[in-house]
């Protein structure tokens, strides 16, 4: 069946309103995605403000068999959540489905729908004393949808794990226009299988999520912020074993920064002070005390003086203010501003276990720069849960967009190969969208291919639903 675009637009228009539907003008906030990779064109982009009026655009939709494209703030890393360049596919954009619905104290959770801004949400919890413990460097403009859609990391995994974890309970619009309202608060419910689970992480392959039933903690007490030096990354790892041990629940972050990774930051980003004198690896801790202001002092000096008595690390520096610490994660958050300042690279989001870590890293820097003479890997990422952003830069004086051009695959290959190796994965929190779409197919096990392909096929048997990623279309 050929679309009648006239007529499909205009009913369109007739249920959600005509502002609310986009053909003219400069559409690229909607279809030019974060990286500016894959640029897109929309049959329409569309904008719905009610959960209702997702599922009148999903029927309409369905009526006309128009693939659907979902997407939050735009601010994914994989290509994901922006339309291809046929201009056949809609955009739906979640952004008016923006409000906190309740916040539930007692039961500790709150209700949030979609299109709501991480830092929106945030600051509503806390506005009632709580905490909402899903942090990220995009915060002022990524959604709660989007990051359930692609099960969000960042900062405090470590602690209270990815989005999937702090998810309750889910509203979905299906493929067909059908609302399933899953908005449970409830921590135990062993009815039947847990849908959630299937929706969060999909990247908009299955449905539509609308809104979500989300986690919070109390807010803590007090929270302390350190830099500390060492020489290894297996001191690094003897660091993480300890502030475990000393800390327990209270460390909520760990982080660390190669040389070459802070050294960028020096070079693009003068301003933000780097307290320590250069080292192999840098690490930032957080620790979130419930009992108040000394007890996490005492705790982290603590920690840091028994790790500099055995060796584990050579200097330390501790925030003794908000914007000192404010400024050390500053420091860690800019590495990946640095990079794009300093050229094009090639970007890897990987997982391994946490003690694997040095004996990958150490073998695949050899390895890339046996190949490639000159090469930069950057190495920074979330040490606590191992999760490593492992980029590879060009080496000094080439063209970076020639070398991304011309190695990327291989490399891809080379580090990857050593990734699988480790018992890694090849995606830890961006997903896998268009990018790592043909490297899911090689990488995945037959029989979990199939298990995602069945999947595909119940939920979206037409195959509308953000086709071509995460699994090929058809």
Not at 64 to 74: D, E, I, K, L
Not at 237 to 256: H, I, K, N, P
Not at 421 to 449: F, M, N, Y
Request: aromatic share 4%; with cysteine; hydrophobic share 45%.
């Amino acid at each position: 069946m050929s679309l009648d675009t006239p007529k499909f637009l205009e009913q369109l228009a007739a249920r959600i309103g005509p502002a609310q539907v986009l053909r003219e003008g400069d559409l690229s906030a909607w279809t030019l995605d974060w990286r500016r990779r894959w640029p897109g064109r929309a049959l329409a982009v569309a904008r719905p403000g009610t959960t209702e009026e997702v599922a009148q655009v999903m029927r309409l939709c369905a009526e006309h068999r128009v693939a659907v494209v979902p997407q939050g703030g735009n601010t994914g890393l994989v290509g994901a959540s922006v339309p291809d360049a046929s201009g056949t596919q809609l955009l739906l954009s979640l952004r008016r489905l923006e409000r906190v619905r309740a916040i539930d104290p007692a039961n500790l959770t709150m209700t949030v729908e979609a299109g709501c801004v991480l830092q929106a949400a945030q600051q509503a919890a806390e506005a009632e004393g709580l905490w909402l413990p899903l942090s990220l460097a995009s915060e002022g403009s990524c959604t709660v949808g989007g990051n359930l859609a692609t099960n969000a990391g960042g900062t405090q995994v470590l602690r209270h794990g990815n989005a999937r974890e702090l998810c309750l309970g889910l509203e979905v619009v299906t493929p067909t226009g059908e609302i399933w309202d899953g908005l449970s608060g409830l921590r135990k419910d062993n009815t039947g299988y847990d849908l959630r689970h299937l929706y969060i992480g999909s990247e908009g392959t299955l449905g539509v999520i609308t809104a979500a039933v989300m986690k919070l903690q109390p807010q803590p007490a007090a929270t302390r912020t350190a830099l500390a030096a060492c020489d290894s990354l297996e001191t690094c790892v003897a660091l993480l074993r300890l502030a475990r041990s000393q800390a327990g629940d209270a460390l909520t972050g760990f982080e660390v920064i190669g040389r070459h990774a802070l050294s960028l930051v020096a070079r693009h980003f003068p301003q933000i002070p780097q307290p320590l004198s250069a080292c192999a690896w840098t690490v930032l801790l957080e620790l979130s005390d419930s009992e108040g202001e000394a007890h996490a002092q005492g705790l982290l000096e603590a920690l840091l003086a028994r790790a500099l008595a055995a060796g584990t690390i050579g200097d330390a520096a501790v925030a003794q203010s908000l914007a000192q610490s404010r400024a050390m994660w500053q420091l860690r958050e800019s590495v990946s501003a640095a990079q794009s300042a300093e050229g094009l690279n090639i970007k890897h989001d990987i997982g391994l276990p946490v003690s694997a870590i040095p004996e990958f890293v150490a073998r695949t820097d050899a390895a890339l720069r046996a190949r490639w003479p000159g090469v930069r890997p950057v190495t920074f990422g979330h040490l606590g849960d191992g999760n490593l952003h492992y980029n590879v830069q060009a080496p000094e004086g080439e063209d970076p967009g020639r070398f991304l051009a011309a190695q990327e695959d291989a490399v891809n290959m080379l580090v990857h190969d050593a990734v699988q190796a480790h018992r890694g994965t090849i995606s830890a929190e961006h997903g896998i969208g268009r990018l790592k779409r043909d490297e899911l197919q090689r990488r995945k096990s037959p029989v979990a291919l199939a298990l995602m392909r069945s999947i595909k096929q119940a939920l979206d048997p037409d195959g509308r639903m953000n086709p071509d990623r995460m699994l090929p279309a058809g």
